[in-house]
């Protein structure tokens, strides 16, 4: 299963009631978020679930400017002992979550990873704020999580 960004489509759920916004109108952005948001609208354990339906504030390291981060997942679960637990899910390929290797040379590539790596890091932090100022828990989900190798 790729993680492209070609991937997209309206996610369905057969359980709408347990979506939190429009249920007909659940966009996934890659096979990775289509699997993701299968597997929350059947587990049982799910109470609600969101994928993108608010912003956190976060200041870009690229421009010193403040944008919107949409995170990928909000959701809602009982735990085992029946708490409610709140937790937000972003959905990246393991790869994206480390900094970029150092190279030899110094590419538009590299360069651009570079910076993708360095937003992404302002937008995670901004998110583990967020979340804890409101007693929930920030998770990165990638294919290991979600046993796609």
Same mark, same amino acid.
């Given at each position: +299963?790729?993680?492209?960004? #070609? #991937?997209?489509?309206?996610?369905?759920?057969? $359980?709408?009631?347990?979506? +939190?916004?429009?249920?007909? $109108?659940?966009?996934?952005?890659?096979? /990775?978020?289509?699997?993701?948001?299968? /597997? =929350?609208?059947?587990?049982?354990?799910?109470?609600?679930?969101?994928?993108?339906?608010?912003?956190?504030? #976060?200041?870009?390291?690229?421009?010193?400017?403040?944008?919107?981060?949409?995170?990928?997942?909000?959701?809602?679960?009982?735990?085992?002992?029946?708490? =409610?637990?709140?937790? =937000? =899910?972003?959905?990246?390929?393991?790869?994206?979550?480390?900094?970029?290797?150092?190279?030899?040379?110094?590419?538009?590539?590299?360069?651009?990873?570079?910076?993708?790596?360095?937003?992404?890091?302002?937008?995670?932090?901004?998110?583990?704020?967020?979340?804890?100022?409101?007693? /929930?828990?920030?998770?990165?989900?990638?294919?290991?999580?979600?046993?796609?190798?």
């Amino acid at each position: +299963m790729s993680h492209s960004k #070609y #991937y997209s489509g309206k996610f369905k759920p057969k $359980n709408p009631q347990k979506y +939190m916004g429009d249920p007909s $109108n659940i966009v996934y952005r890659s096979s /990775w978020e289509a699997k993701v948001f299968s /597997w =929350l609208d059947g587990n049982e354990n799910i109470v609600g679930w969101a994928s993108e339906e608010f912003c956190i504030p #976060y200041k870009s390291p690229k421009d010193g400017q403040w944008h919107r981060y949409f995170p990928d997942v909000l959701v809602k679960s009982r735990t085992p002992d029946g708490k =409610l637990k709140t937790l =937000l =899910l972003e959905i990246k390929p393991e790869k994206q979550t480390r900094p970029p290797e150092p190279r030899k040379r110094v590419t538009k590539q590299y360069i651009n990873e570079v910076v993708t790596y360095g937003v992404n890091e302002a937008k995670w932090k901004a998110a583990i704020e967020y979340c804890a100022d409101r007693g /929930w828990e920030f998770r990165i989900v990638t294919e290991n999580h979600l046993g796609i190798n």
